[in-house]
Nanobody
Framework: QVQLVESGGGMVQAGGSLRLSCAVS????????MRWHRQAPGNQREWVAG???????NYADSVKGRFTISRDNAKNAVHLQMNTLKPEDTGVYYC???????????????WGQGTQVTVSS
């Protein structure tokens, strides 16, 4: 079993910053891609940023230049530094990891429960 736990959400004024973290634990052989997604009220969940390996990153256009994704492979963790936050960044942020639980086994997607980010104008 694999668990993902997000932390670092909260309420901030527009222009402020937050740093989200996600810790992956359980039966882990290896982790490939790690991603952040978000879901605003009434909207579908959308991809925000992803990282493969140590430093191959990509971002949604809406956050490019403001958000930075990073990972700590030794701790099986991924972070999302969010700067210059806007009210439209409000939503529940979910961590997602592509995990192999045993040598030669399949890779599966796992999700955290989400952490709320609220940006006030």
């Amino acid at each position: 079993q694999v668990q993902l736990v997000e932390s670092g959400g909260g309420m901030v004024q527009a222009g402020g910053s937050l740093r989200l973290s996600c810790a992956v634990s359980g039966s882990i052989f290896s982790i490939n891609a790690m991603r952040w997604h978000r879901q605003a009220p009434g909207n579908q969940r959308e991809w925000v940023a992803g990282i493969i390996g140590r430093n191959i990153t990509n971002y949604a256009d809406s956050v490019k230049g403001r958000f930075t994704i990073s990972r700590d492979n030794a701790k099986n963790a991924v972070h999302l530094q969010m700067n210059t936050l806007k009210p439209e960044d409000t939503g529940v942020y979910y961590c997602n990891a592509h995990v192999r639980t045993s040598a030669g086994g399949w890779m599966d997607d796992y999700w955290g429960q989400g952490t709320q980010v609220t940006v006030s104008s």
